[in-house]
Structure formats: structure tokens, C-alpha cells
């Protein structure tokens, strides 16, 4: 049977997280604190690297790109499933839906790049330090930052028109909290081979990559510390990159629990909860890593915190 290139569809229904509905005022409640603390947490990094002027370095211009996209990231699924989980309205119109993919696979795509950034900035601070002024220099951050936009828009971009192509032609109930694009994918009833391709190609270019060239990255830094004698040395550079790995330690970790968990009914629970790990947990957790484990940050808010005294 032929079928339409048109979609049939105006709404998807977002089961949502697998939570009682009793428990829903209670989640909600806690989400949003969630979400608040994210928001106001980077902002706080951003405020930071902004007014302080020791923290004007390659490595703090690479985190307050990654501060920004953390509110963009968490932005883009937790106010709708707040929306949802409150007003117990799970529908969610076609356009959207579609708008809310883009931007999730944007800002995922952006992490990505924005933190294998960071792990080369480190690599060339602790590998190369007399060389390091050098190579960091302003222009190379900015086009790294503006390499990380491009590839992440493209890649966004190609799933997008991708899917806008496929018919959705009677189930239109999405067991997740947000627009996933495998599980619209699993919803059309047209041909998703071309998708699929797509998937793991553009997968091995903003995920696979990215996470190969950090672990080279360590690995340089690693057999660098090795090298060094003294206790002293090996601390310092431990401290410059351990909020760094901390962080790509969470994300990869829930963005490999959600990819690595076979596709099944029993085990769907588990990738939503995995999901929530990696689009609500993690930029909750970025601003105080780096704010706990970083003296050049606990430093900086230690003066902001001074002049609001001073000032009142």
C-alpha cells in the first residue's frame, strides 16, 4: 500500500516519567526546584567568569558556553513536562514536537562538542604548558566554539528535515517526557532506513568522536602526571581537570545507560530514567562541581559575595 508523505497526525500524547498520579504534585514540586537551581546555578558561572577578570582564560570561556547550553538544554524538555505533570495535559501539537527535537539534539550535539573543547584546553594546559598561550589563543576559542555551533546545527537540522518527511498515520502516544527522536521514529509508519543511516553516522560524529578524542586527551594528561615527581605538581594538575572529567564522567555515563539499554518494554523505564539523568541531573550537578571543586571559581564568588556586603 502506498503511503502518504503527509502527516496524519496534529498532536502527540507524552506518557510522561513513570510516576504515580498521586506522587505528580510531589515530583512536580521537586522538578521544578530542579530546573530553578539549574537556571540560577549557571547563570551564577556565567556571572562570575564575566565580572571576574582572573577567570578570563580559555578554559572558563569554554565553561560559560557550556553554562549557557545547560539552561538551553534543560530549557527545552523540563518546563513542558512540568507543564504536563501539573496540569495533566499530555499533549503536545506536531509542530512542537518537531521544534522541541531540533532543539534537544542541538544542545546534545553542543555538550558534546563544548566539552571535548574543554578536554583539549586541558590537555594543551598540563601536556604543553610553555606552549600554551601560544596555542589558546582568543581566536582559536572562538572558532572552536563556532565549529561546535555549526556541526551541532547541521546535525540538528538533518534529522529534522528527515522526520518532517515521515508519516504518522495512527499511534501518536510518545512513552517518554519528551519529543525523542527514536520514539517518533518508532511511531511513523513510512520508511526510517534513510533516518536510521543518518542516526549512526551523525552518532559517530558529534558522540563517538568527541568522546574518543577526550579519552586521548587523558590519556596524554595521565601519562604526563606520571612523569611529574613531585606530589605538589601531580595535585595542581589534577585540580585544573578534575571538575572537567567529573562532568564528562556524568554525562557520558547517563548518555551510555540511555543508548546501551536494549530497546524493550521491560527495560523503556529505565532509558526514561537515564534520560532524566543526563537532561535534568547533569546540568543541575555542573555548577557545583565546578563551583565545589574549582578555588579559581569559589575564589570569584567569594568576591562577588564581599562587594554585595560592602555595597548593602
Sequence with gaps: MKKDNQSTVSEFILLGLPIRAEDQGLYSALFLAMYLTTVLGNLLIILLIRLD?????????????????D????????????????????????????????FFILFTDLDNFLLTSMAYDRYVAICHPLHYTTIMREELCILLVALSWILSCVSAL????????????????????????????NLSCSDISLNE????????????????????????????????SSNKGICKALSTCGSHLSVVSLYYGAIIG???????STSSDKGIVASVMYTVVTPLLNPFIYSIRNRDMKEALKKLFNSAAIST
Excluded at 172 to 177: D, E, L, S, V
Design 53 to 69: 577578570s582572573h577567570l578570563h582564560t580559555p578554559m572558563y570561556f569554554f565553561l560559560s558556553h557550556l553554562a549557557f547550553t
Design 71 to 102: 539552561i538551553s538544554f534543560s530549557s527545552v524538555t523540563v518546563p513542558k513536562m512540568l507543564r504536563n505533570m501539573y496540569f495533566q495535559n499530555p499533549s503536545i501539537p506536531y509542530a512542537d514536537c518537531i521544534a522541541q527535537m531540533y
Design 158 to 185: 538533518s534529522h529534522t528535515l528527515l522526520l518532517a518527511r515521515l508519516s504518522f498515520c495512527a499511534d501518536n502516544t510518545i512513552p517518554h517526557f519528551f519529543c525523542d527522536l527514536a520514539a517518533l521514529l
Design 197 to 228: 543511516l543518518v542516526i549512526f553516522t551523525a552518532g559517530t560524529i558529534v558522540i563517538t568522536l568527541p568522546l574518543i578524542c577526550i579519552l586521548i586527551s587523558y590519556g596524554h594528561i595521565v601519562a604526563t602526571i606520571l612523569k611529574v
Design 258 to 264: 540511555v543508548y546501551l539499554i536494549p530497546s524493550s
